[in-house]
């Protein structure tokens, strides 16, 4: 009775870790990939005004970076401004041009229900004596070069540091299961 009690404990044990293991989010280290490479561990000017906010159902897992930076050259902007209207997210401030930015570390997230990556930047902002801790959600997967299998699949929208969008495709690792 014992052996099948403690086989029974330990199947449905093993069923709850692989359910955990497949829902949760993964993540990988951008640092060293092309476009973060060249950004990280420096100091950019934000060439546009820029917002920043607070979410209340968090895309970004990342504790220590509590805040979220956009702006209008975001091809999520105009959801974003709904977002604050209707009170999803909680609008910190409205950053000038001109704001400074440390960039610190870039990590792609994989969500473990859709699967689907967004790679986020990672710095310190500092605005009227105050420091901000942001992240700031950058690049998208072309679906159909995915599809075919190309490797550099990831493009860039222009960033608020960028005097001009980076029009080369990248490739990206995908997130790491631990």
């Not at 604050?84 to 000038?96: F, M, Q, R």
């Not at 440390?102 to 790679?119: C, D, F, H, I, K």
Request: proline share 4%.
């Amino acid at each position: 009775m014992g052996i099948i009690a403690l086989v029974i404990v330990g199947g449905i044990g093993l069923f709850i870790f692989f359910l955990y293991a497949t829902i949760k989010t993964k993540s990988t280290s951008l640092n060293k990939y092309e476009p973060f490479s060249e950004w990280i561990g420096k100091t950019v000017v934000l060439h546009t005004e820029t917002m920043l906010f607070k979410e209340q159902m968090r895309m970004n897992p990342n504790s220590k970076y509590p805040y979220t930076l956009a702006d209008s050259l975001n091809p999520g902007w105009e959801y974003i401004l709904a977002l604050v209207e209707n009170g999803s997210v909680t609008k910190i401030a409205t950053l000038p041009a001109g704001t400074e930015l440390s960039l610190e570390r870039a990590v792609q997230y994989t969500n473990g229900v859709s699967g689907s990556s967004y790679p986020t930047i990672f710095g310190t902002l500092k605005s009227n004596g105050k420091e901000y801790k942001v992240g700031y959600q950058w690049g998208d997967l072309d679906l159909s070069k995915n599809h075919y299998k190309i490797e550099k699949s990831w493009k860039f929208h222009q960033a608020p540091w960028q005097a001009e969008q980076d029009t080369a495709f990248y490739a990206l690792p995908k997130a790491d299961f631990w």
